[in-house]
């Protein structure tokens, strides 16, 4: 099974950009459906994005269109969210997690591996 560690939050000024990154262990990294998520302080978790197997399909909340965009590289066993134009309301906790479909990814169901979670505070 993958173990997942994500890296690269921290605090940003409303309209800076971050990089979250996910480093995952084990050889089976390019059979999974990866994805973002995050958990707003006093809120429950929300989809965020995620990237097909190979990398040729993405999905995003309309929330975060045109603003965040996923990638995924299977020789380096990672997954990085680059997050442009952040608001104040994109303030979360942000996991990274792994399943074998994209829509039950995407859909947040029958995860196979989660993240331990990195904030994000995003100042206005």
């Known amino acids: 099974q993958v173990q997942l560690v994500e890296s690269g939050g921290g605090l940003v000024q409303a309209g800076g950009s971050l990089r979250l990154s996910c480093a995952a262990s084990?050889?089976?990294?390019?059979?999974?459906?990866m994805g973002w998520f995050r958990q707003p302080p006093g809120k429950e978790r929300e989809f965020v994005a995620a990237?097909?197997?190979?990398?040729?399909?993405?999905y995003y909340a309309d929330s975060v269109k045109a603003r965040f965009t996923i990638s995924r590289d299977n020789a380096k066993n990672t997954v990085v969210l680059q997050m442009n134009s952040l608001k104040p309301e994109d303030t979360a906790v942000y996991y990274c997690?792994?399943?074998?479909?994209?829509?039950?990814?995407?859909?947040?169901?029958?995860?196979?591996?989660w993240g331990q979670g990195t904030l994000v505070t995003v100042s206005s």
């Open positions: 084990g050889r089976t990294f390019s059979s999974y459906t």
């Open positions: 997690a792994a399943g074998p479909y994209d829509m039950t990814v995407v859909a947040g169901e029958a995860l196979d591996a």
């Open positions: 990237i097909s197997r190979s990398g040729g399909r993405t």
